[in-house]
């Protein structure tokens, strides 16, 4: 039943399958050999070259690959495309960015964006102390902005004070009432002016998974009554002059752009009233939520956009402008908050094919001259499948099936019999699903037959760990091979994990087209070579989610710079989490473990079942174990 491979088939073709065009925003591509590259500078390297170097350092698969300049050239973007709608629509003021630590707090990429950021004084939004020391200790120049959020407590306000002294810009963002004493009391006894900002609750709603982050309800923000009462506490305190910045964050993947005007223009009613209040407002922050076309399909529904990041730009400036200036108030600094769009599509996750599970029938033996009736009929079925009798012919199928496996019961059919019926049955729902295809109406009960025969490609890596919002919110990242691209995939598959729960896996896939699709096809695997696939557009918020399910830990992290004559460098690699690592983790401790093995490993010496020299190696094993990497290694290395 294996289908052949359309020999016309083009890496175009491949293109087109997997949508690649469509959501790697001109970061990954195809080359002729069939090969997903990156590209960056105008030079393309082959994912698999990486891999290449990645096995030759003894990088064991799964590893998340950070390629640094992509992260370089999603910050030149976003703040040329700023830049760029400010001088074309006359906005007065300027736009300074933050990167919101805690879409993905590993340091190489905080640093990273610290570096590249550095000629835009691209800042940080920080939302805890962690997050705070992180940022102070990152930031190349003073002049980038260090937002506040989150519930500060006496020692968050003081980092941040003691930090305004060494002459950062640093915004204390009010969420709630109780935070403002406590800041104006520290900012007497540290003699500092502090910038105050405060955060609003929108009422506009939005679209999409987080949606709940607006609203009346929102638990972030100040009602219209606080923020009054914050306004004449500073009033009151003649500190008016240090509220400087409003702030509002409508949610994150907002798809639609429509949403994201109402809230702005909600967002300068405030602005302007506050200013009219005498606040001395010169900052406007409008929080993240700038999406991610995961799909590639340009929609407006949760992994998708309708809009572009230039129409994004334009959008909020000059939506800005036209409200601030009916009541003449000059154009304040526009901050956003662009977590998600910054550092996805830095971030790939590869892992290898470990192992198949076919659903397919073995070769129809010849009936034998006793053979039940039940069986003449399941091959009489399959022989006289035609179009317009597919349901029919699966009903037939499903009685003789049924009828053969109750004889099995009683005893009056054997195993071999049951084991050919099987195999008919099988026959007949691949044929029927492959008619399906082109059905103009397909019956319900036909659905889902394409699922429940599509392979089972295990791959080594958990869910649990890598890709949580696929296991939380039904995320859909795009996924698919990086080699053999010249070729066409034949094979229908769901993916699983090596996790052993039955969540961990794959059966929703992008569609570039429309909703998404419950198979992906792949390659059959050949003989001898490992068959490689990425889950592209993971760099937010997917690494410090994840947790230790079945104990697999933190993966290799790999991260690369792609130089102009398309060469390489290994900028850092970071080894994964050892099992000796995720055991203490949970409160093992990795020395006891040895110790009490060995005692069990002396007592089996003294009842004489092993030797002092095989204890040696039992040890041995275990302790290299323990040093070793938590998921399938190979054993060549
Ligand atoms: C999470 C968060 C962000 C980041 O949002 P993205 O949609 O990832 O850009 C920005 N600001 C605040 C206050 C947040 O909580």
């Not at 705070?132 to 006496?154: F, R, V």
């Not at 008016?240 to 949403?259: A, F, K, M, V």
């Not at 409008?286 to 994004?312: I, K």
Request: overall charge negative; glycine content about 6%; some cysteine.
């Amino acid at each position: 039943m294996t289908q052949r491979p359309n020999q016309d088939w083009t890496t175009e073709h491949s293109n087109q399958l997997y949508g690649v065009d469509r959501w790697s925003n001109d970061y990954f591509g195809l080359n002729s050999n069939g090969l997903v590259t990156a590209r960056t500078l105008n030079a393309e390297v082959p994912l698999m070259d990486i891999v290449k170097g990645m096995a030759e350092r003894d990088l064991q698969m799964p590893v998340v690959l950070r390629i640094e300049n992509i992260l370089d050239a999603q910050l030149f973007r976003l703040n040329e495309a700023f830049r760029t709608a400010i001088e074309g629509s006359g906005y007065q003021g300027v736009y300074r960015g933050v990167y919101p630590i805690k879409v993905n707090q590993q340091a190489q990429v905080v640093e990273e964006i610290a570096a590249f950021g550095a000629r835009y004084q691209h800042g940080f939004e920080v939302g805890s102390k962690p997050e705070m020391i992180a940022a102070l200790a990152t930031l190349e120049d003073t002049g980038s902005l260090i937002i506040c959020n989150g519930y500060k407590d006496q020692e968050f306000f003081d980092l941040g004070l003691n930090a305004i002294k060494l002459g950062f810009k640093c915004f204390f963002v009010i969420e709630t009432p109780a935070e403002l004493p406590i800041l104006i009391e520290r900012s007497r006894i540290l003699g500092v002016k502090p910038s105050i900002g405060v955060r609003v609750k929108m009422t506009t709603q939005v679209s999409g998974h987080w949606n709940s982050t607006s609203g009346d309800r929102s638990v972030f923000g100040l009602t219209t009554n606080q923020l009054i009462h914050v306004v004449d506490t500073l009033k009151q305190e003649e500190m008016l002059d240090c509220l400087q910045l409003l702030h509002c964050h409508l949610g994150s993947q907002i798809p639609n752009i429509r949403d994201i005007r109402n809230g702005i223009v909600e967002a300068c009613r405030y602005y302007t009233d506050l200013v009219n209040e005498g606040a001395a407002l010169s900052h406007i922050d409008l929080g993240g939520g700038l999406a991610v076309d995961y799909t590639g399909s340009r929609g407006n529904d949760e992994q998708s956009r309708n809009y572009s990041l230039e129409e994004y730009c334009l959008d909020l400036v000059e939506t800005i402008k036209n409200t601030l200036d009916i009541s003449q108030i000059p154009h304040p600094t526009i901050v956003t908050e662009s977590g998600r769009a910054t550092v996805a599509y830095s971030s790939v996750l590869l892992f290898n094919i470990l192992d198949i599970n076919h659903f397919e029938p073995s070769e129809i033996t010849v009936a034998t001259a006793k053979e039940p009736i039940q069986l003449q009929e399941l091959r009489a079925v399959l022989e006289d499948l035609k179009p317009g009798h597919e349901q029919e012919c699966f009903n037939d199928a499903h009685y003789f099936r049924n009828e053969v496996r109750e004889l099995f019961k009683r005893g009056q059919v054997s195993l071999r019999n049951r084991a050919t019926a099987d195999n008919l049955f099988l026959a007949i729902l691949h044929q029927i699903a492959d008619m399906v295809d082109d059905m103009e109406q397909v019956p319900t009960e036909l659905e889902g037959l394409k699922l429940s025969l599509a392979d089972i490609y295990y791959g080594n890596f958990s869910l649990f760990q890598s890709l949580p919002d696929i296991w939380a919110i039904d995320q859909l990242f795009p996924i698919m091979p990086i080699h053999r691209l010249e070729e066409e995939p034949t094979r229908q598959a769901v993916l699983a994990d090596i996790t052993c729960d039955c969540d961990g896996k794959i059966d929703r896939f992008i569609n570039p087209q429309q909703g998404y699709n419950k198979t992906l096809p792949l390659h059959p695997m050949s003989e001898g070579e490992e068959y490689y696939l990425g889950v592209f557009l993971v760099g937010a918020y997917q690494e410090t989610l994840g947790d230790l399910h079945n104990l697999f830990g933190d993966t290799n992290v790999v991260s690369v710079r792609i130089n102009r004559d398309g060469s390489f460098d290994f900028v850092k690699e970071i080894h994964g989490d050892t099992i000796a690592d995720v055991l203490t983790y949970v409160e093992y401790q990795p020395k006891e473990l040895q110790l009490r093995y060995r005692n069990t490993a002396e007592n089996a010496v003294r009842e004489g079942r092993i030797t002092a020299r095989e204890r040696q190696q039992i040890m041995q094993t275990f302790n290299a174990s323990l040093q070793g990497y938590t998921y399938y290694e190979k054993e060549d290395n």
